[in-house]
T-cell receptor
Framework: EPEVTQTPSHQVTQMGQEVILRCVPI?????FYWYRQILGQKVEFLVS????????KSEIFDDQFSVERPDGSNFTLKIRSTKLEDSAMYFC????????????FGSGTRLTVV | GENVEQHPSTLSVQEGDSAVIKCTYS??????FPWYKQELGKRPQLIID?????GEKKDQRIAVTLNKTAKHFSLHITETQPEDSAVYFC??????????FGQGTELSVKP
């Protein structure tokens, strides 16, 4: 069964540093998403992306965040200047079409900001 | 804005008993109603979903029921087993929209 893969699985970074989280969506999928989950809390939507542009973003997704599809396979989330409160699990997901009801999450990247 | 609430927040049952988790949502345009299971340190995994034109769906020991008029849907697990212990999230969405997760229900199944 095709999977969404994410790297790294765990990243530790100093406050104020830039981090890039990487995702390889399922190959024939065109819609990509980032969600995050602070430890012990619910999963929160960050951003959706289609046709090389953001479709929708949440209030969390401020100017410190950006997304990019740099090539035909990767989908990245960049946090320019990390804060302690950015520490969370970040999940990528993809779908064939927005009308496709369900989609599969990647295994996640645990980001720890110290 | 959109609001999703789950009840209860924690649920403890004996192995073999049934468990029911209820999810209430506010967005009347929601038309897709999934339940995700998340084990500690892992990704949310889709376990069952239902679309707005269906009232009930069953898959072996799990089922989901939908009441669109009252804007709630429920997860039913029968004959619970210790491996059912996890956090369960509902995450309704409208067509093409984002999943909006509830706060989760921690299910504990005691052997």
């Amino acid at each position: 069964e095709p999977e969404v893969t994410q790297t790294p699985s765990h990243q530790v970074t100093q406050m104020g540093q830039e981090v890039i989280l990487r995702c390889v969506p399922i190959s024939n999928h065109l819609y990509f998403y980032w969600y995050r989950q602070i430890l012990g809390q619910k999963v929160e939507f960050l951003v959706s992306f289609y046709n090389n542009e953001i479709s929708e973003k949440s209030e969390i997704f401020d100017d410190q965040f950006s997304v990019e599809r740099p090539d035909g396979s990767n989908f990245t989330l960049k946090i320019r200047s990390t804060k302690l409160e950015d520490s969370a699990m970040y999940f990528c997901a993809s779908s064939e079409a927005p009308g496709q009801y369900g989609y599969t999450f990647g295994s996640g990247t645990r980001l720890t900001v110290v | 804005g959109e609001n999703v609430e789950q009840h209860p927040s924690t649920l403890s049952v004996q192995e073999g008993d049934s468990a029911v988790i209820k999810c209430t949502y506010s967005d009347s345009a929601s038309n897709y109603f999934p339940w995700y299971k998340q084990e500690l340190g892992k990704r949310p995994q889709l376990i069952i979903d239902i679309r707005s034109n269906v009232g009930e769906k069953k898959d072996q020991r799990i089922a989901v029921t939908l009441n669109k008029t009252a804007k709630h849907f429920s997860l039913h697990i029968t004959e619970t087993q210790p491996e059912d212990s996890a956090v369960y999230f509902c995450a309704p969405r409208r067509a093409g929209g984002k999943l909006i997760f509830g706060q989760g229900t921690e299910l504990s199944v005691k052997p």
